[in-house]
């Protein structure tokens, strides 16, 4: 094979299978690269390997690091130049002093992270102003000595820090944690890190683990009485004007229609026309309850006033979820900014159960409704939503706060469907309980979320 030949890449390899009528051959041939290209191959390998190890360190260094060990580094590698450079006896004092400080450092980052660690929470569910209570569980399994460490805990936007110390093969360690919820909210527990480093926090070595745990801070809620004790007695089982088939409250009689039931067939009628007539009911009216949460901030006049309507709003919702009733809890959908001012969005909060209910309304969160960073919808705009979307509703409640004036209640009042009770709920601490009617709603002011239970239970709502 000439020179120039053999600078070529040669045909990929391949099998080769020759059959007789009694056995098969299989020949193998190989692809070999020619000198300058295999070459090129074996730098471009050699190149992204040295690319990935350059990679590696510098995450190291970052990693491991911190800025005054940078600084330490750039001293001692400074000093020795100007020292060597310009013979100054400062500069490798300086150098000295920083290379030793970095040496000191280094037996602290040595032997490897080992452990096992187990974080137990007594509880996944708090109410706002109670404790959340767990345990830290770290065990050596390595065969050599661990030095000691710090578990770095992130709860929610804080940190919990534990101190390990110093464990042998096998070492159990176990930190008590108290983790206080005092308002409202949802609380990423993790991940945890595992840090050793030195005394001066020059180096330092980290491993994490990723499991996160969630913790639902429910509102602080109220016993309330029951729904039959108000309004809603007299509105459960009541008969409407919708005709239907088959319920309580007879109507009249109709002529048989194909499909209609045979047990419903009034003989009576059926004798004296000749004719087969079936019976006809008014549909018996089902209480459904909706509960409007404002979540503009601009209604209120600060966050504890928001929170109490927050626990408000849950109270009524919770209560008419228990008593197994149809319920809406309403607020505003948060607004994409290239949405504002143009699209009015609202959602509603699960009601499977009083449990799924009060996670939703651990996350909720206010806005405003006003200006360039308007977020949500004001309380008139939701109401319109829900008379748009939920006809057929018995009571409304608004849950609001101080700010909302009179004037916008009984405008939201007039967007919902006509015919149906409105109680507009009016947070305000430090104000005098009571209870205010118009021709539209009844407006309740409430002080604290006490007051609440005490007003319905004289029958505010009737």
Not at 111 to 129: C, S
Request: one cysteine or more; charged letters at 25%; hydrophobic letters at 45%.
């Amino acid at each position: 094979m000439s020179a120039p030949e053999r600078l070529l890449r040669e045909p990929a390899g391949h099998d080769t299978v020759t059959s007789t009528r009694g056995a098969s051959v299989t020949r193998r041939s190989a692809t070999r690269l020619g000198g300058i290209t295999g070459g090129a191959v074996r730098l471009r390998r050699g190149w992204r390997r040295a690319g990935d190890a350059a990679g590696r360190a510098v995450r190291w260094v970052r990693e491991t690091v911190s800025p005054a060990g940078v600084l330490l580094a750039v001293l001692t590698v400074g000093g020795v130049l100007a020292g060597w450079a310009f013979g100054w006896m400062e500069a490798w004092v300086v150098a000295a002093i920083a290379g030793v400080l970095l040496l000191a450092c280094v037996p602290f980052l040595l032997g490897a992270h080992d452990y096992r660690v187990r974080l137990e929470l007594d509880r996944d569910r708090v109410v706002a102003g109670s404790e959340i209570r767990g345990g830290l569980d770290l065990v050596n399994e390595g065969r050599r000595l661990a030095l000691p460490g710090v578990v770095d805990l992130p709860v929610g936007t804080g940190l919990v820090e534990a101190h390990v110390p110093l464990l042998r093969a096998g070492a159990h360690h176990h930190e008590e944690l108290v983790i206080a919820a005092q308002r409202r909210g949802v609380i990423d527990i993790g991940p945890m890190t595992v840090s050793r480093g030195d005394p001066l926090r020059i180096l330092r070595r980290e491993l994490s683990w990723p499991e996160v745990q969630r913790v639902y801070v429910h509102p602080v809620t109220a016993q309330l009485p029951p729904s039959s004790a108000g309004l809603i007695r007299d509105l459960e089982g009541a008969p409407s004007s919708q005709l239907v088939d088959a319920d309580l409250s007879f109507h009249a009689v109709r002529e048989y229609a194909p499909g209609d039931s045979q047990r419903h067939i009034h003989w009576k009628a059926t004798a004296r026309t000749g004719t087969l007539m079936v019976r006809q009911y008014e549909e018996s009216r089902h209480a459904r309850i909706a509960v409007l949460l404002d979540l503009d901030l601009g209604g209120y006049r600060d966050e504890d006033e928001f929170e109490l309507a927050v626990s408000a709003a849950a109270s009524l919702g919770v209560q008419g979820v228990r008593e197994g009733r149809d319920v809406l809890v309403g607020v505003s959908a948060e607004l994409d900014p290239a949405d504002r001012g143009s699209v009015q969005a609202m959602r509603s909060l699960p009601t499977v159960s009083p449990r799924v209910l009060l996670d939703a309304t651990s996350a909720i969160e206010g806005g405003a409704a006003e200006g360039l960073d308007a977020d949500v919808i004001r309380l008139e705009s939701l109401a319109a939503l829900v008379a748009r979307s939920f006809a057929d509703l018995s009571i409304a409640y608004l849950v609001t706060g101080a700010e909302v004036p009179t004037a916008r209640l009984r405008r939201a009042a007039v967007a919902l469907p006509p015919g149906i009770a409105i109680v507009a709920v009016r947070c305000e601490p430090g104000a005098e309980p009571g209870l205010r009617r118009s021709r539209e709603l009844a407006v309740l002011t409430i002080a604290e979320l006490a007051d609440l239970g005490q007003l319905l239970a004289r029958g505010a709502a009737r």
